[in-house]
Each structure stands twice: as C-alpha cells, then as structure tokens.
C-alpha cells in the first residue's frame, strides 16, 4: 500500500537532546512537508522541499533541521535550539502545489 | 486578523442531524479550499477539495465555497458516531503553501 510512514510513534527527550524524526513515502510525490500541531493552532509549516537536495524553511524553522537527500525520505532534526518542541509532528507529501496533502500518522514528541 | 478562522468547538450533535462547519479566511488570492479530517492521535487525511466558489457534493458531504463573502462550509448530512473528529479547512492561492484552520472538534452522539 503507498503511504507515508513516520517513526517512531512516541518519542520522549531530554531538555538539550537533539531528537530526528523519521519520515518515509513510496507515493512517488515530488513534494514534501513537516508540520507541527498545537492544541487550538491548526497545522504550523515547519519545512518544506519541492526536490531532492533543496527545501525552505516554513512559518516556524528556528530550531529544527532537515534533509532531503532522496525523493523517498525527509528526516526532521529537532535541536537543543528549540525552546518548545513538546508537539504533535505531521510529514505530508504531495505531487506539486497543490492543496491534496498526504499525511503521515504522525509523531508525538515529549520533552521531560 | 488570523488569515484563516475557524470556531474550534466542540461542537455535539445527535446522530442523524445536519452539520455545518464553517470557516472564513482574508487572502482574496486563495482559490484551492479543502477540508481535512483528523480523528484523535492521526494525521489528517482529505475529505474535499474544491477550486474557486461552487459546490461539490460526495456523499453525504458537501463542500460550499463563497470567495465573495471569504467563507467556506462544509456539510455532514445524516452525521453518524463515525464522523466524530476535528474537521480542518485548508486552503491555498497557486503554487503556494498551505494555510490550516485550527480545526472543529466534532462529537456525534448515539
């Protein structure tokens, strides 16, 4: 079946520990995005990348990093840097621009 | 002015009514809207996507968009126990990114 798929699940960190979350898609789409979601703030971009070996950043980038090195994979880094990175994390993918996003199940990261 | 609003509920409804969930929006250049349903602990998946103003109809869902007025609805007929979810509108002007509502949880009770 094609999908997205993110691990882990559930992640828990410690104030200062760098954390990756992975994400993983076979729909063979060009375009893929990170998102976190906060209780009553919808969907933030965090970043996005339209080919292999390129991205921009999104609405809210401080404190996070990414890869792209093949069309399949878009692992996000989550730094000391980020002052509040206790979340819900969301990879999508989608064949251009368009508005029809294919997400991922999701990954909810804890900071203790 | 947020450039997407959204009531986020809850809101509960007895099994069998109509819903109506709304969302207005300030970016006259957007012409892609969707909506989006998320149950708890999952990613959203898409429900409707609709270009420009109209409607669109499939199922028991139906989407309405008025780009005169800035508002978007979408429709839940016979609503069941199932549809118990956040509903989020989306929406986007042409190669452009995504803009999210923050979401209406919606509980259908038995």
């Known amino acids: 079946d094609g999908g997205i798929t993110q691990s882990p699940k559930y992640l828990f960190r410690k104030e200062g520990q760098n954390v990756t979350l992975s994400c993983e898609q076979n729909l063979n789409h060009d375009a893929m995005y990170w998102y976190r979601q906060d209780p009553g703030q919808g969907l933030r971009l965090i970043y996005y990348?339209?080919?292999?070996?390129?991205?921009q950043k999104g609405d809210i980038a401080e404190g996070y990093s990414v890869s792209r090195e093949k069309k399949e994979s878009f692992p996000l880094t989550v730094t000391s840097a980020q002052k509040n990175p206790t979340a819900f994390y969301l990879c999508?993918?989608?064949?251009?621009?368009?508005?029809?996003?294919?997400f991922g199940e999701g990954s909810r990261l804890t900071v203790l | 002015q947020k450039e997407v609003e959204q009531d986020p509920g809850p809101l509960s409804v007895p099994e069998g009514a109509i819903v109506s969930l709304n969302c207005t929006y300030s970016n006259s250049a957007f012409q892609y809207f969707m909506w989006y349903r998320q149950y708890s602990r999952k990613g959203p998946e898409l429900l409707m996507y609709t270009y420009s103003s109209g409607n669109k109809e499939d199922g028991r869902f139906t989407a309405q968009v008025d780009k005169s007025s800035k508002y978007i609805s979408l429709f839940i007929r016979d609503s069941q126990p199932s549809d118990s979810a956040t509903y989020l509108c989306?929406?986007?002007?042409?190669?452009?990114?995504?803009?999210f509502g923050p979401g209406t949880s919606l509980s259908v009770i038995p």
């Open positions: 999508a993918s989608s064949r251009g621009w368009t508005g029809e996003l294919f």
């Open positions: 989306a929406m986007n002007s042409p190669y452009d990114k995504v803009i």
């Open positions: 990348s339209q080919i292999v070996n390129d991205f």
